[in-house]
């Protein structure tokens, strides 16, 4: 009987710990790259302050302790500044209440019409004064968007009214009255506001707030003129850039992929701008403006669409005039009330260089106060445990915490000193 051989093929008792050790490669590849990407590592920190030790400064800073504690992200994700941008852009806020306002409609002397809506305080003021947040959004926002409802809503409940000015142009259903929109730093929209204001509210005094784009209007509003600090207490911007002609070039970089966020921002200025298509560049009127809706197309940069587009409203010759004429960095060290200027290090759109601006000033001027979070992106500064956001977030907490602080000093400051007045008279008496 003949027997055949058969060939027995066998796994060689290496190869599963080949596979197991190249299983935990690749976890361990993706867990490098979660810590790398979350920024799971970087600690938590408070706030970097610049500020010159003056009386007013060491009580505002005692009396809110956002500035001086540690602001501690959510866990898993708080520390990626790409994250907290993302979801302040995506959601705005998390369970964003609505709070009931009324809006205003200002004809303007070249046709436009602004807006702006307003919100009555629910109680009184803690001091028994009435003060009047005006607030000024970021790029193409209005009081419609969650992160203005959310700190609307937190300053209502603490006894302040509410202006937020709606950008020329940024709500979707309000036609444009005249061939012009918003833009990076005309302050006439936001000027007709605050002087409705003074106007309605003979008694009442300003707390003047921006964000982001809203920031450089509002630094840029106070320092043009002194009289547009008349009644104002205090102004606080957040995570502005203070030089558009500095910032051009740091937006065509990839690092911290800010030449995608700006393609992003430049699609949804080319969507505001083409809903209002019929009043931009139809007609007579706009011939004199001569708008290039062809290179509005194509463009895929913010820069792109100033050039061809935003100048063209106000008449600037070149891109260069248009952003030097239009930052604030030209006009904030004219600021005299007291000033809390706030940005985030991990911020994917301004660039560490911008910084220099407001830490420069800080330590020349006495009513200056820099605060230079560890984390928070642009906007977020979202505060919570492990996964799940507050829905208030540390930017709302210090915005109200610094008003109540200029309001309390207001209150009990001795006679000879006033804003925005030199502090130096009566140092010894508060020291």
């Given at each position: 009987?003949?027997?055949?051989?058969?060939?027995?093929h066998?796994?060689?008792?290496?190869?599963?710990?080949?596979?197991?050790?190249?299983?935990?490669?690749?976890?361990?590849?993706?867990?490098?790259?979660?810590?790398?990407?979350?920024?799971?590592?970087?600690?938590?920190?408070?706030?970097?302050?610049?500020?010159?030790?003056?009386?007013?400064?060491?009580?505002?800073?005692?009396?809110?302790?956002?500035?001086?504690?540690?602001?501690?992200?959510?866990?898993?994700?708080?520390?990626?500044?790409?994250?907290q941008?993302?979801?302040?852009?995506?959601?705005?806020?998390?369970?964003?209440?609505?709070?009931?306002?009324?809006?205003?409609?200002?004809?303007?002397?070249?046709?436009?019409?602004?807006?702006?809506?307003?919100?009555?305080?629910?109680?009184?003021?803690?001091?028994?004064?009435?003060?009047?947040?005006?607030?000024?959004?970021?790029?193409?926002?209005?009081?419609?968007?969650?992160?203005?409802?959310?700190?609307?809503?937190?300053?209502?409940?603490?006894?302040?009214?509410?202006?937020?000015?709606?950008?020329?142009?940024?709500?979707?259903?309000?036609?444009?009255?005249?061939?012009?929109?918003?833009?990076?730093?005309?302050?006439?929209?936001?000027?007709?506001?605050?002087?409705?204001?003074?106007?309605?509210?003979?008694?009442?005094?300003?707390?003047v707030?921006?964000?982001?784009?809203?920031?450089?209007?509002?630094?840029k509003?106070?320092?043009?003129?002194?009289?547009?600090?008349?009644?104002?207490?205090?102004?606080?911007?957040?995570?502005?850039?203070?030089?558009?002609?500095?910032?051009?070039?740091?937006?065509?970089?990839?690092?911290?992929?800010?030449?995608?966020?700006?393609?992003?921002?430049?699609?949804?200025?080319?969507?505001?701008?083409?809903?209002h298509r019929?009043?931009?560049?139809?007609?007579?009127?706009?011939?004199?403006?001569?708008?290039?809706?062809?290179?509005?197309?194509?463009?895929?940069?913010l820069?792109?669409?100033?050039?061809?587009?935003?100048?063209?409203?106000?008449?600037?010759?070149?891109?260069?005039?248009?952003?030097?004429?239009?930052?604030?960095?030209?006009?904030?060290?004219?600021?005299?009330?007291p000033?809390?200027?706030?940005?985030?290090?991990?911020?994917?759109?301004?660039?560490?260089?911008?910084?220099?601006?407001?830490?420069?000033?800080?330590?020349?001027?006495?009513?200056?106060?820099?605060s230079?979070?560890?984390?928070?992106?642009?906007?977020?500064?979202?505060?919570?445990?492990?996964?799940?956001?507050q829905?208030?977030?540390?930017?709302?907490?210090?915005?109200?915490?610094?008003?109540?602080?200029?309001?309390?000093?207001?209150?009990?400051?001795?006679?000879?000193?006033?804003?925005?007045?030199?502090e130096?008279?009566?140092?010894?008496?508060?020291?």
């Amino acid at each position: 009987m003949n027997t055949q051989n058969t060939d027995v093929h066998t796994i060689s008792p290496e190869l599963p710990a080949m596979f197991d050790g190249m299983k935990l490669a690749a976890v361990a590849t993706v867990l490098y790259i979660l810590v790398r990407c979350l920024n799971l590592k970087s600690p938590t920190a408070p706030p970097d302050l610049t500020y010159q030790d003056t009386p007013l400064n060491r009580f505002l800073l005692k009396s809110c302790p956002q500035l001086t504690k540690e602001y501690i992200p959510p866990l898993l994700w708080g520390k990626s500044g790409h994250l907290q941008t993302a979801l302040y852009g995506k959601l705005g806020r998390v369970s964003s209440p609505h709070p009931s306002g009324v809006r205003k409609y200002l004809p303007m002397q070249d046709g436009a019409t602004a807006t702006f809506d307003l919100f009555e305080p629910v109680g009184d003021h803690r001091t028994g004064d009435d003060i009047t947040m005006v607030i000024c959004p970021g790029i193409g926002n209005h009081s419609e968007k969650h992160y203005i409802r959310t700190f609307v809503d937190y300053a209502q409940k603490d006894g302040y009214r509410c202006a937020v000015l709606n950008h020329l142009g940024a709500l979707p259903n309000i036609e444009l009255t005249s061939p012009r929109m918003f833009t990076y730093g005309c302050t006439w929209e936001f000027a007709a506001m605050v002087g409705y204001i003074k106007r309605t509210y003979p008694q009442t005094q300003l707390m003047v707030v921006g964000f982001s784009l809203g920031g450089n209007i509002v630094c840029k509003f106070l320092g043009e003129n002194r009289t547009n600090q008349e009644r104002v207490l205090c102004c606080v911007s957040v995570c502005q850039g203070y030089s558009a002609l500095r910032a051009q070039e740091t937006f065509l970089q990839w690092d911290q992929f800010r030449r995608f966020y700006n393609f992003l921002m430049a699609d949804n200025m080319k969507k505001i701008i083409l809903s209002h298509r019929h009043s931009l560049f139809g007609g007579s009127p706009v011939k004199r403006i001569d708008l290039d809706i062809g290179r509005l197309y194509t463009a895929t940069s913010l820069m792109q669409i100033d050039d061809s587009i935003m100048r063209k409203f106000h008449g600037h010759s070149s891109l260069k005039e248009y952003y030097e004429k239009e930052s604030c960095v030209h006009y904030i060290h004219n600021v005299n009330v007291p000033l809390l200027l706030v940005n985030s290090a991990d911020d994917p759109l301004v660039h560490e260089s911008l910084l220099t601006i407001p830490r420069t000033l800080a330590a020349k001027k006495p009513n200056v106060i820099f605060s230079l979070t560890l984390h928070g992106g642009h906007l977020g500064f979202f505060e919570g445990a492990v996964l799940f956001p507050q829905p208030l977030t540390w930017m709302d907490k210090v915005i109200v915490g610094y008003a109540n602080a200029m309001c309390q000093w207001e209150k009990q400051k001795p006679p000879c000193q006033s804003v925005p007045q030199s502090e130096s008279s009566c140092a010894e008496e508060q020291s």
